[in-house]
Every structure is written in C-alpha cells, then in structure tokens.
C-alpha cells in the first residue's frame, strides 16, 4: 500500500470480483469466505491503512448487496489495522483493536455472523494479544471476532519442526499452544501472563 494505491478503480474491481465469487458459491450451496485482505506490507501510516481498509470494506458490501450475497451464509476474513510493517513504531494492542473495531461497525453488516482474523504477518503472540483486545473492548459485537491465521499459526510450528522428524512431538505442541492461545483471545480470556505460564 502506497498513498496512492490501492486506486479507487482498483478498489471497485477487486470488490466487483469478490462478490461474483460469493455469489456463485452461494447458487452452489457453498459459504463464501469473502477475504478483502489489505496487506501490512510498506511503511504507511495506521490511519492510511484505516482509510484504506474502510474504503475496501465499504466497496465489498456494496458489491455484496448488488449479487445478492446473503450477508448470514458468508464469512468475513478481512485484516487488521496495522501500520505497514516497515513503519517504526508499532501500534499498540489498544490502538490495533480499537481502529479495527471503529472501521467494523462503520462497514460491516451486524447480519454477517463471523469475522475470522488474517494475522497479516504479525508475529504469533501479537495477533493474539489483537485479537484478546478486541473481543475484550467489543464483548457484545454482533459478529464473532475469530481467527483464521496461517503464518501466526505455522511459523511456531515450522521453528519446533526445523524439517526434523525427532521434532515431531515438539511441533505438534507448539501448534496446541498456539490454538489453546487464540481459543483464549477468541472470547477474550488470554493474557500474555497465560502465555509464558504454557
């Protein structure tokens, strides 16, 4: 992301394809996982990534409605609201659920039952700690805040692995750690104390 790109007309043709998708999946008896990712990647600001991820969010509803997506058979699996990963310094855990939730209840429908979290390339115990806070600040949201990470999941997993198969039983915990924690933050119960008790 740049602060001129994503375009508009670029913002309206992915949005436009996203929901053709769904819409399809849905004459097909499938659920759509509608996934309008705005990536970490760069050095923009946090509050470029909030205009861009409201204006994307907003664009794929819009589309949604025009298909005639039924908004209760779909999942949302948008991003988070981060500043860009080369962008000193982080956000906090506060600052990321709270401009996250801001642009939530300013786009997303209360009638789509689920949003499932991309980590977005945040480290394991940050996407975490995120997700906690938001469940945490917005217990009465009406969507579940979940996850559905894969590098925040993985990675742990890949570094107890280390492609060895002795490390089998070590890899196998690191991905139980790593669920049992985001299980935690899904209903807002983890704490980073929790964390280095595991």
Known sequence: MTDRNPTPLGIEANAEVLARYAAICQSEGIVPIVEPEVLMDGDHTMERCNEVTEAVLHAVF???????????????????????????????????????????????????????FLSGGQRPEEATANLNAMNVQFPNAPWQLSFSYGRALQDPVIQAWAGRAENRLAAQQAFCLRAKMNGLARSGRWSSELEKRA
Do not use: F, S, W
Not at 90 to 114: F, I, N
């Open 62 to 116: 819009h589309a949604l409605h025009r298909h005639k997506v039924i908004l209760e058979c779909m999942i949302l699996k948008p991003n988070m609201v981060l500043p860009g990963k080369d962008r000193p310094p982080k956000a906090t855990t506060e600052q990321v659920a709270a401009a996250t939730l801001r642009v939530l209840k300013r786009t997303v429908p209360a009638a789509v039952p689920g949003i499932y």
